[in-house]
């Protein structure tokens, strides 16, 4: 069978962006075409960021912020899309 998907390395894996019709164990070939950063940029978000972005509040504030934030967000996201 043949199947395209797409993935993002990450901490030396390759990690399907969407979940794949294989069983576990499955052993398969794998051809890499990296994808440029031009293509996978949200440039709409981009745009929102920097029109509603205030760029007189540091970055150190912005983590000490986040860092105050409890949870993971793998959590949220496998609460909202579920484990595959």
């Known amino acids: 069978m043949r ?3 797409d993935a993002m390395y990450e901490n030396g894996l390759l990690r399907p962006l969407e979940p794949l019709n ?3 164990r499955e052993r398969v070939s794998v051809t890499v075409e990296s ?4 293509d996978w940029i ?3 978000a981009m ?4 029109r509603e972005g205030d760029p007189t509040i540091p970055l150190e504030e ?13 959590d ?7 484990e595959y």
């Open 42 to 44: 949200d440039r709409d």
């Open 47 to 50: 745009e929102w960021a920097r």
């Open 76 to 82: 949220l996201v496998i609460a909202e899309r579920g």
């Open 62 to 74: 912005v983590r000490q912020r986040l860092a105050k934030i409890t949870g993971s967000l793998s």
């Open 22 to 24: 294989l069983p576990d």
């Open 3 to 5: 199947q395209k998907i």
């Open 35 to 38: 994808a440029g950063v031009d």
